[in-house]
């Protein structure tokens, strides 16, 4: 139980939802995207596990795709094909074209394998995107329910997004935590990779209500990209003498800043609205300003430096990180992209960049 | 084989367009950054003159110039990986660089996410430089037909830019000139998919490699008089081409389908070769992607909703392989070409299954090269050789 528990499914996601399959006896839903409501799956009775781990081979997913994917789909496609990740349904959500087109892939690849893609709003301003995102989680129920054949669980619906919310909630303070000094950044990110393979209830269960507290020193510094693919890149980062004291990232943050309206009548309707509202975004979707904000953020929690934490090939990213450097530059806070491919970890070359970066650093 | 007359009629065409826009913008007429998927028509109702982007990144990499000004934006830190059109466009922009002479700045720009999500951080970073209004147009992806609730979204949104567009613009978008705008595109569109229909007729008086070049009055002048006239013209001398039984590929031993946007840095030595070995590309997934159905001038925002949700770009695999599965029965195929190409996810990211159950369907081979839209960087004429001519001899076609 406590941080060993949690630290021990973040280094090994997969062999959780393995477990978690053979211990539940429920199918596995695999869902690719930050955008997906676990709850939603959840309440079909699945097991549902967030994507997020990074493989350095993929022999059967070059077979049904090119080499200019990020390694994120990559990984995850590998998973599925070679049986690594025995999933009952994946679920994907609009964003960019590289998830968009997972679910063709599959049909394909894996025409026995049902998929589910959630067609949320790119735009995420206004009432239009509230009512798109509500429609289109209807239907993404709808899929779901057809390719599986089970209805939707309306009270387990409601427990999980309780539960889920809760895990928001308790990984959103561990980050706001990062800047207070209250909180270190292993146990944070741990937690949050933990969050995306084990049940809700366990996870709650396993929290402890101690933290870890962050050692002195290390340059602080913001970190940024869509997912963190392994615990081992941010005990990089630190063993580099980084400290995280803010974090903008799809396995972290961004996501745990949702919050539904859990009283509100319609619970579904109020998810979509969750996955609109939320108060921070990935750079697939149209939100004015992000660098800015992310800025912002980064100085308000004292960061010196930050780091872009991407997959070559993610093209949201790749479009955002000029401008995003920019941003930063003008909040007087430098920048470096971590371009990851085929990795866990840090090359050689990227330790050096970072070296460098903390050495350069006034 | 005898070279189209309305080879000089397009090139005439295009200039007289650069004109107009040069002339117009000086007369005070707005003018619209426009993607090729947009419903170009609400800028035209309100009295913009458009230019697409994507067009002239096109222009800028068939006239060689591409390389230079894609790695203009690499030096700004934009990824090799990214969109070409994009980083040859965002390259022309901060240079000043363009073929065209010079581009006449945009008073807004138009975007719709049907055709990728490339397209939404290109423009903004378009109207960024040119500190202009950028109007979204989001368009859901799918499978199949689009929902109900898909084109109520769509309307919604074309429904409440109407106004704000109508502020920038030179009039007010009124239903009726939306009508009448609707109804020129829809007249050129039909006019643009019976140009295409020629193809299917033996020996083909037309090929792709003509379609990828004479497309682009239907991209960027299409909801126009002109654009019309075009296609009237160019219709009329195909079907006298063809009643003359004159052939594009002499002696036409056998007839492929592309997929994907066309390789512009490689497009000569490419129809040479697929001249040299008598194969004629018939038809393309990627010119009929304008082929747009839906358009009604009865009821224009609902026409224009279903019409650019409904682009195959915005479908996934499914309607892929029927679209190909189609045009293979209807241009009596014996093979067909994939582009994966390297700069757009959207298009490529799928194919081989594509391919995989295409062949299956139809019992026809399909052959994938690598190679990008505009980047020279990323296209290798030796290794396009390496794939097609083995391909072209197993269909039984040979120089």
């Keep these: ?362 | 084989m005898r070279k189209l007359q309305h080879n000089a009629v397009l090139a005439r065409t295009i200039r007289n367009q650069v004109l107009w826009t040069r002339m117009g913008s000086r007369l005070g007429l707005p003018v619209a950054w426009v993607t090729s998927g947009s419903p170009v028509e609400l800028v035209l109702a309100a009295g913009f003159i458009p230019f697409y982007p994507e067009n002239h990144a096109a222009i800028c990499a068939a006239r060689e110039m591409s390389q230079g000004l894609a790695e203009h934006a690499e030096g700004r830190g934009y990824s090799r990986d990214l969109c070409s059109y994009a980083r040859v466009d965002l390259g022309s922009q901060w240079t000043g660089r363009t073929p065209l002479g010079r581009l006449v700045p945009p008073d807004l720009v138009l975007v719709s996410n049907n055709i990728c999500g490339t397209v939404q951080n290109w423009f903004r970073l378009t109207a960024e430089h040119f500190r202009v209004p950028m109007f979204f147009l989001d368009t859901p992806f799918h499978d199949g037909p689009p929902t109900e609730g898909d084109v109520a979204y769509v309307r919604e949104q074309l429904v409440a830019m109407a106004p704000e567009i109508s502020r920038v613009g030179w009039r007010r978008i009124t239903e009726d000139r939306l009508r009448r705008v609707t109804e020129r595109s829809r007249e050129a569109l039909e006019l643009w998919a019976q140009v295409l229909e020629t193809a299917s007729g033996r020996p083909a008086p037309f090929t792709s490699f003509d379609a990828f070049v004479h497309m682009a009055p239907i991209v960027s002048m299409r909801g126009t008089r002109r654009c019309v006239a075009y296609y009237r013209g160019l219709l009329q001398e195909l079907r006298q081409r063809s009643a003359r039984g004159d052939s594009a590929i002499p002696d036409e031993r056998a007839r492929v389908i592309w997929d994907n946007i066309a390789i512009w840095p490689a497009h000569k030595p490419l129809k040479k070769l697929f001249e040299r070995h008598r194969v004629a590309l018939v038809a393309d997934t990627y010119t009929s992607a304008w082929t747009v159905e839906h358009l009604d001038p009865k009821d224009p925002f609902t026409g224009l909703a279903k019409a650019y949700t409904d682009i195959l770009l915005n479908h996934g695999v499914a309607h892929r392989v029927e679209v190909l599965t189609r045009m293979i029965r209807r241009f009596g195929a014996q093979g067909f070409v994939l582009h994966s190409n390297r700069s757009c996810k959207r298009y490529s990211l799928g194919q081989y299954g594509v391919r995989q159950v295409v062949t299956g369907r139809t019992g026809v081979p399909g052959v994938v090269i690598e190679a990008d839209m505009a980047d020279p960087r990323a296209v290798s004429m030796e290794h396009l050789e390496q794939r097609l001519v083995p391909f072209f001899e197993s269909l039984g076609a040979g120089t």
């Design chain 1, 1 to 362: 139980m406590g941080w060993e528990r949690l630290l021990e499914v973040a280094r090994d996601p997969v062999a959780e939802a393995r477990a978690r399959m053979d211990r539940e006896g429920r199918p596995l839903a695999v869902a690719l995207s930050s955008y997906v409501p676990m709850e939603i799956l959840d309440a079909f009775g699945l097991c549902a596990v967030r994507w997020g781990p990074v493989a350095e081979d993929f022999p059967r997913a070059d077979g049904v795709m090119q080499a200019y994917a990020c390694s994120f789909v990559r990984s995850a496609l590998e998973a599925l094909l070679s049986g690594d990740l025995p999933a009952g349904l994946v679920a994907t959500a609009s964003g960019c074209d590289g998830i968009t087109a997972v679910p063709g892939m599959l049909s394909v690849a894996r025409p026995d394998l049902a998929t589910a893609h959630l067609r949320l709003p790119i735009r995420v301003d206004g009432a239009a995107a509230r009512t798109q995102a509500g429609r289109a989680l209807v239907a993404f129920c709808e899929e779901i329910r057809e390719r599986l054949g089970v209805p939707l669980d309306l009270t387990r619906l409601d427990r999980s997004a309780r539960d889920r919310q809760e895990v928001r909630k308790r990984i959103l303070a561990c980050f706001e935590g990062l800047a207070a000094g209250s909180f270190s950044a292993v146990p944070a990110y741990g937690a949050a990779l933990a969050a995306q393979a084990m049940d809700p209830a366990e996870w709650l269960a396993a929290f402890p209500a101690e933290p870890i507290l962050p050692e002195a020193g290390g340059v602080p510094v913001i970190l940024s990209g869509e997912s963190v693919p392994s615990l081992e890149v941010i005990e990089d980062l630190e063993s580099l003498g980084l400290r995280v004291v803010a974090d903008d990232t799809n396995t972290a943050t961004r996501e745990a800043s949702r919050r539904v309206a859990l009283e509100a009548q319609d619970l579904v309707q109020s998810i979509a609205s969750s996955l609109v509202d939320r108060p921070w975004h990935s750079p697939e979707r149209l939100v004015p300003d992000r660098p800015t904000a992310v800025a912002t953020r980064a100085r308000d929690a004292g960061a010196r430096a930050a780091i872009l934490l991407h997959q070559k090939f993610c093209d949201p990213c790749a479009f955002e990180a000029p401008g995003l450097a920019s941003a930063l530059r003008e909040a007087g806070i430098p920048s470096l992209v971590l371009e990851l491919d085929r990795q866990k970890r840090l090359t050689g070359g990227q330790r050096t960049r970072v070296q460098t970066l903390v050495e350069s650093l006034p």
